[in-house]
């Protein structure tokens, strides 16, 4: 079958994509580039938020309308939206032919054949085990991604992830480091360590490493960058703080969700730590690791959130200097208990404050990267634009870096001096392109 994946959410959908991909070429079926061109469409969702829970509803419908035209379609629904209740509604209503929740996608072989032979439809829920050793090949690109937990045992109260993921369950390090190392040899330059909450790897099960000897781990497999997210204050050790100062290759980039800066929120959201330990640790994190640029998630208008809350989020905003966040209003999503068992606060409010907090980052962010100018970087440079005048990278620190595309000749590991800066963006130039082998980190 001719076969097309769309992925909505986070980096776990995308790994996820991947999977399901090489896991359909493996099946004999060819992945095409237009959903337009295939014979088989599966929508690898997100329930987060309402937004994207939105997105799949209008996809959904336009997929329903061409097959009643006549199109020859097979509809699948995948990822965290099809474990829940809410998505079994939507897929019903939509006709849908493929159910798999995200612990299931290797049934997808199953769903085909059932349909093949003559099944109206075909859902799958369970979270299968074989999830955990199965090494999907390494992708054709600069950068991938290497899942290494699933699922999550915190239980904040806004999130629909624990329903959707399940409890965590960490990957064997034999297979975390035999996918790594297939990702070096086919030439990956940076790779991204996921899970839910990656800190707590190994915590449940005896005899396999924390994750920050996993880290060490991955780090001596001798690929120039290892990053990973996303982190949960409660877990962030000093130990892991440790290895990213040691280790040459692990990224001085950390995203750490806050959240919220007022502990009578952070109560409510039962997130396990306050305000003073989450500041600890950043104070920690900026003594150790040089450089480093600090990222977070942020929910604005929580249930209950008042005026003095979100001014505590705004001082803690100044107190950390975020170099970069990601800012969302709080949507309740049905099942979660902060949707069952508060009220939710006028859009009007909500909108209002973020929009002050992103003004607020925005500043931050500037701020930040003008200290930048005039310094070197190391950029991953992965795209040259087809019209515009700029090849595009990310810094070691994550920045996103663009420099003038007739300086680049080929794409890789280039360093930069920046010139001149946006909240958002740095611009430079390539004072030297260097080889992408693996030594340079060492000299570097
Ligand atoms: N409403 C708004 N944002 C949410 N997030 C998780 N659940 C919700 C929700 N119900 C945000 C959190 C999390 C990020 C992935 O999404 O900030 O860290
Ligand atoms: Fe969305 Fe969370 Fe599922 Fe990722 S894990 S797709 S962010 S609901």
Redesign the pocket.
Known sequence: MRAHVIT???Q??EYDTHTIRSELVAGGHHIVEHADDAELILVNT???RGK?VEKVVSLLGEFRKEKQAGRDLTVGMM??LAQLEEGQEIARKFAVDILLG?GAITDIHDALNALEAGRESYESLRFKSDLDTLIPPAPDALTGFLTIMRGCDHHCTYC??PT??GPEVSRPVESILAEAEAMRDAGVQEIMLLG?NVNSYGLKDEGIPSFAELLRLVAQVGIPRVKFTTSHPMNFTSDIIDVIAEEPNVCNFIHLPVQSGSDRVLRRMAREYRRDRYLDIIREIRAKVQDVVISTDIIVGFPGETEEDFTQTLSLFEEVGYEHAFMFAYSARPGTPSAERFEDMPREVKIERLQRLIDVQKRYAFEANQRWIGREVRVLIRERQENGEFAMGHSDQNHTVLVPKDQVTRLGLHHVRVEHVTPHTMYGSVVGARTTAVPLVMAS
Request: glycine share 12%.
């Open positions: 909505h959410g986070c776990m959908n997100c329930a987060v994207p990822g965290c995200p629909i992830v959707t993921r839910q």
